[in-house]
């Protein structure tokens, strides 16, 4: 079992900038592949970014591709997400998700809100 949960959400003028992130409990998380996940009101939910469980591979979606990064820290049981260039369009709740790969995300956190002032 793998216990999330987000922090770092907020309030940001566009063109700013907010770094997420995920503290996840239990021994394995070094062994999973870690997701970053979006959804805004009347909208599907969105892949963000993915690292696999090592940190040397990642993929994003087009609309945060230059924007994003994603990254892990192993020791300290994290993921992040560091946002730049923030647009309206991005505010979302954001979760991040842990699985054995990225088609295979089972466990998720609650959420933490960006919303993103114009």
């Known amino acids: 079992q793998v216990q999330l949960v987000e922090s770092g959400g907020g309030l940001v003028q566009a063109g700013g900038s907010l770094r997420l992130s995920c503290a996840a409990s239990?021994?394995?998380?070094?062994?999973?592949?870690m997701g970053w996940f979006r959804q805004a009101p009347g909208k599907e939910r969105e892949r963000v970014a993915y690292?696999?469980?090592?940190?040397?591979?990642?993929s994003y979606a087009d609309s945060v591709k230059d924007r994003f990064t994603i990254s892990r820290d192993n020791a300290k049981n994290t993921v992040y997400l560091q946002m730049n260039s923030l647009k309206p369009d991005d505010a979302a709740v954001y979760y991040c998700?842990?699985?054995?790969?990225?088609?295979?995300?089972?466990?998720w956190g609650k959420g933490t809100l960006v919303t993103v002032s114009s």
């Open positions: 998700a842990a699985g054995a790969g990225a088609a295979s995300l089972t466990y």
């Open positions: 239990g021994r394995t998380f070094g062994s999973y592949g």
């Open positions: 690292i696999n469980w090592s940190g040397s591979s990642t």
